[in-house]
T-cell receptor, first 114, second 116 residues
Framework: GNSVTQMEGPVTLSEEAFLTINCTYT??????LFWYVQYPGEGLQLLLK?????DKGSNKGFEATYRKETTSFHLEKGSVQVSDSAVYFC?????????????FGKGTKLSVIP | GAGVSQSPRYKVAKRGQDVALRCDPI?????LFWYQQALGQGPEFLTY????????KSGLPSDRFFAERPEGSVSTLKIQRTQQEDSAVYLC??????????????FGPGTRLTVL
């Protein structure tokens, strides 16, 4: 089956620190990969996505590169801000595989302190 | 335009009661998904509609769970004879097409169900 494993949190960083949240996956087909973010009190929002190997998704200073050889999609940001404090979810879907459901990791809570 | 809306935002039910959760997807979106998110976990797939057709209900945990989307727009997730293990946040998402090539799913704020 399909599964996503992401690093356990919580992660606490000082403002302007470098962020990496690891994500690896197993999939029965050729997945599309996503990072969703959930800010406190808000719903899930798409942060970035990549649909094929070596694609780099980017948004709001965050980046992730689709690595087929290591089945990974690690999230990075060079300088975090307090406003980045949220829960981050890595997810995959298999286009063309019926229901296109998202399979999520358990989430990583990030807290950024001034 | 308006995003995905869900109602109620919070629901408290006594064990054994039936509940109905509503989802209004983004206008014109073909696909609609329901997910269940337990505390501290990622969302888990429940069911999927393409227009009014329920094409996948493999994630529904028991026959107490039932979902419908009769006119291809608003959807209702019904849980009969609620149990404590049904306590979770129920998320609805919609996407423009059928998820081809990583079609983005847009999520609503969720309904937090607490079963006492």
């Amino acid at each position: 089956g399909n599964s996503v494993t992401q690093m356990e949190g919580p992660v606490t960083l000082s403002e302007e620190a470098f962020l990496t949240i690891n994500c690896t996956y197993t999939a029965t087909g050729y997945p599309s990969l996503f990072w969703y973010v959930q800010y406190p009190g808000e719903g899930l929002q798409l942060l970035l996505k990549a649909t094929k190997a070596d694609d780099k998704g980017s948004n709001k200073g965050f980046e992730a590169t689709y690595r087929k050889e290591t089945t990974s999609f690690h999230l990075e940001k060079g300088s975090v801000q307090v406003s980045d404090s949220a829960v981050y979810f890595c997810a995959l879907s298999i286009p063309g595989a019926g229901s296109y459901q998202l399979t999520f990791g358990k989430g990583t809570k990030l807290s950024v302190i001034p | 335009g308006a995003g995905v809306s869900q109602s109620p935002r919070y629901k408290v039910a006594k064990r054994g009661q039936d509940v109905a959760l509503r989802c209004d997807p983004i206008s014109g979106h073909v696909s609609l998904f329901w997910y269940q998110q337990a505390l501290g976990q990622g969302p888990e797939f429940l069911t999927y509609f393409q227009n009014e057709a329920q094409l996948d209900k493999s994630g529904l945990p028991s026959d107490r769970f039932f979902a419908e989307r009769p006119e291809g727009s608003v959807s209702t997730l019904k849980i009969q004879r609620t149990q404590q293990e049904d306590s979770a946040v129920y998320l609805c998402a919609s996407s423009l097409e059928g998820g081809l090539y990583g079609d983005t799913q847009y999520f609503g704020p969720g309904t937090r169900l607490t079963v006492l």
